[in-house]
C-alpha cells in the first residue's frame, strides 16, 4: 500500500498537465475590436474559454470558443493535439486587459494583451521571416520589444520555426512556447513560406487562427491607418489542389480591392 500513493499522485499530476494551456496566441481579425485567442492543449477539455477584463481589474467577462482536435501523423510518436480558439468582441483600442484561458480543467497563468489601434491611430509592427527555434536569436529581441510596449503587433512572413512540423511537430511546440512571451501580449500575425508545406501545410492551418476562412492563407486585416493583405506563392508550387486555389486568391484579392476604401 505505501506504494499506491506516490503512484497515484504522478498520473494525477500527469493528466492534469495535459489539459493545461500552452503556446497561447493572439491574433486580430477584420474587427478592430476584436482579437483571437488560440492556445494548445494535449487532452480535450470541455469547455474553451477566457477569462478577461481591463487591466488591473477583475476578470469579469467571459467568452467561449470550440476546440480542434489535430492529430499529427509525423514522426516515431505521433502527438494528438486540442487547439482552442476563442474571439474577444467589443474590445476597446489600445487598451490592455488581462486574460487567463483553458477550462474547468486547466487554467493558463494570467496574461496582459494590448488591444490595437482604430484607423486613426499610428502602428508599429515588426516584419521578418525566416525564423526557428534553434539559434532563434531575434527572439530576445522581440520579447523585449513586445514587454516594453514599443510594438504593437508582429507579422512573420513566412518559415516559421524550422519546422512547426518536425519531431512530430514537438519543434513547433517548442517554438510557439518560445514566442509565447510576444504572442500573448500582441496579435501574432502569419504567412505560409515553403517550410510549412508538410500535409498540405497541415501544421500550419490546424495552429494559427489568421482572418477569413482561407486556411489562414490570404487574408485582410486593419490596423491603424493601413489595410495589410497577406498573400501566399506557394499555392504555385504546391499544386495538390490543382489551380483552384490560386483562381480562388485572385478572385478574393479583387475583391478586397474593391470593397477597401483604403488610399
Known amino acids: 500500500m505505501q506504494f499506491l500513493l506516490p503512484l497515484f499522485c504522478v498520473v494525477a499530476i500527469s493528466e492534469w498537465a495535459l489539459t493545461a494551456p500552452e503556446q497561447v496566441m ?42 480542434t482536435e489535430f ?51 499610428p502602428t508599429t509592427l515588426a516584419v521578418f521571416g525566416d525564423l526557428g527555434y534553434k539559434n532563434g536569436q531575434s527572439i530576445y529581441s522581440l520579447i523585449s520589444e513586445a514587454t516594453n510596449g514599443t510594438i504593437d503587433g508582429v507579422l512573420h512572413c513566412g518559415d516559421i520555426a524550422y519546422n512547426l ?55 485582410s486585416w486593419n490596423v491603424g491607418s493601413a489595410h495589410i493583405i497577406s498573400l501566399t506563392t506557394e499555392i504555385y508550387f504546391f499544386l495538390w489542389d490543382g489551380i483552384d486555389l490560386i483562381k480562388q486568391q485572385y478572385d478574393w484579392l479583387v475583391q478586397d480591392l474593391q470593397v477597401s476604401t483604403w488610399s
Not at 481591463?54 to 469579469?60: E, K, R, W, Y
Open 165 to 219: 512540423f518536425n519531431d512530430g511537430g514537438r519543434n513547433g511546440d517548442d517554438f510557439l512556447n518560445a514566442i509565447e512571451p510576444i504572442s500573448s501580449k500582441v496579435p501574432y500575425m502569419v504567412a505560409p513560406g515553403n517550410h510549412e508545406w508538410l500535409h498540405n501545410f497541415s501544421d500550419y492551418q490546424y495552429r494559427f487562427s489568421m482572418p477569413g476562412n482561407t486556411f489562414n492563407g490570404y487574408y
Open 71 to 121: 492529430v499529427h501523423k509525423e514522426g516515431k510518436k505521433p502527438l494528438t493535439r486540442y487547439i482552442h480558439r476563442v474571439n474577444l468582441t467589443n474590445l476597446l483600442p489600445l487598451t490592455k486587459y488581462d486574460y487567463m484561458c483553458g477550462s474547468l480543467a486547466n487554467w493558463s497563468k494570467l496574461f496582459t494583451m494590448r488591444t490595437l489601434g482604430d484607423g486613426t491611430s
Open 26 to 67: 493572439i491574433a486580430a481579425t477584420e474587427q478592430y475590436s476584436e482579437l483571437v485567442i488560440t492556445w494548445v492543449t494535449f487532452e480535450s477539455t470541455s469547455t474553451s474559454q477566457v477569462l478577461y477584463g481591463l487591466n488591473g481589474g477583475p476578470l469579469s467577462n467571459v467568452a467561449y470558443g470550440s476546440e
